[in-house]
């Protein structure tokens, strides 16, 4: 059973255009929604991440975006550079209050920003 | 070191050989985790220690992977009887809390063959 469901599994968007890549969970628990970036024979690296609390979170050209009721969370990546391009994944984590939980991760998207 | 260092970078076992692979977590870190990547998938959780000790194995696929941290700094995963299903990359991330729930420094990974 997929927890984290993203998509789209590959997108191509314009310089200075938006990206927009969408992720849905079920797992009603989880309460940390973190965004990785990935580049080809790297460990992924986070860019931002959103608790529960806010709708919305903005770091620089980075903002996510959080629909509780829906179970939704979205990245949105302002004047995209040809440097974004990389793969981009979404993840969610539960609170622990001790416990050990790991990251789920969505599939991941291919981000392809030309010149 | 400033980072999370796995090593070796790359390995090529062949089917049955044993396999160690080895992560160097940021110092002072409480939480180590390890995933196992899949060609062109997100990061899956296998294991989880807080210190030294292994909070969770829930993700291990198999008996055949064993993963230690006996002082609670560096970590290993062993893989017994590698399979060829087993060929992946295994990723290490640390975190200076406690949990699943804050951010979490990944490695650069090491790239498993078995052939």
């Known amino acids: 059973q997929q927890q984290v469901k993203q998509s789209p599994q590959s997108l191509i968007v314009q310089k200075g255009g938006i990206s927009i890549i969408n992720c849905a969970y079920e797992n009603t628990a989880f309460d940390y929604f973190p965004w990785y970036q990935q580049f080809p024979g790297k460990g992924p690296a986070l860019l931002i991440a959103i608790r529960p609390d806010v709708s919305e979170k903005k770091e620089g050209r980075f903002t996510i975006s959080f629909n509780k009721s829906a179970k939704q969370f979205s990245l949105h990546i302002m004047d995209s550079q040809p440097g974004d391009s990389a793969t981009y994944f979404c993840?969610?984590?539960?609170?622990?209050?001790?416990?050990?939980?790991?990251?789920?991760f969505g599939k991941g998207t291919h981000l392809i920003i030309q010149p | 070191g400033a980072g999370v260092s796995q090593s070796p970078r790359y390995k090529v076992a062949k089917r049955g050989q044993d396999v160690a692979l080895r992560c160097d977590p940021i110092?002072?870190?409480?939480?180590l985790f390890w995933y196992q990547q899949a060609l062109g998938q997100g990061p899956e959780f296998l294991t989880y220690f807080q210190n030294e000790a292994q909070l969770d194995k829930s993700g291990l696929p198999s008996d055949r992977f064993f993963a230690e941290r006996p002082e609670g700094s560096v970590s290993t995963l062993k893989i017994q009887r590698t399979q060829q299903e087993d060929s992946a990359v295994y990723l290490c991330?640390?975190?200076?809390?406690?949990?699943?729930?804050?951010?979490?420094?990944f490695g650069q990974g090491t790239r498993l063959t078995v052939v």
């Open positions: 991330a640390s975190s200076l809390e406690g949990g699943g729930n804050t951010e979490a420094f």
């Open positions: 993840a969610a984590s539960p609170s622990t209050g001790g416990g050990a939980d790991g990251l789920t």
């Open positions: 110092s002072g870190h409480v939480s």
